[in-house]
């Protein structure tokens, strides 16, 4: 999704804080893209779950490259004022979590993501492929 598109798409929210949620998203999806995280995807769970609005998910080659997309998508996040809830950086993990309450971001090394497949378990959810 390009820049202006997402501009266009905020639009359509009916409030702020729906428009907000989805630019938090954003921004751990543009975050977690500029670190060279590959197959960046937003999941859109408003109305079908009440601890999240979205989850990012996204997937990068080793787990040490996973720790690092972690690291830069909490950085940008902080930069716009958005702490993480809980996050889940465990050493020699293949998935890790970072929580911002209405946006949960997951980066797995690629192996893992195929075997959990968060993508198939929300097939219901739309589904926005990142590409800027």
Request: charged share 30%; proline share 2%; net charge negative.
């Amino acid at each position: 999704m390009r820049r202006d598109e997402s501009v266009a798409r905020q639009q359509k929210f009916a409030t702020e804080g729906e428009a907000l949620t989805y630019e938090m998203a954003a921004t751990a999806a543009r975050a977690a893209s500029e670190m060279f995280a590959t197959d960046v995807t937003l999941i859109d769970l408003r109305g079908l779950v009440s601890y999240a609005d979205y989850f990012v998910i996204a997937s990068a080659q080793t787990e040490r490259q996973t720790r690092r997309v972690a690291q830069e998508v909490i950085e940008r996040m902080i930069e716009k004022g958005h702490r993480p809830r809980t996050k889940r950086l465990d050493e020699g993990t293949a998935w890790i979590s970072l929580d911002f309450l209405d946006v949960v971001v997951h980066i797995f090394t690629e192996e893992a993501r195929d075997y959990y497949r968060l993508e198939s378990l929300w097939r219901s959810a739309p589904q926005e492929h990142w590409q800027e």
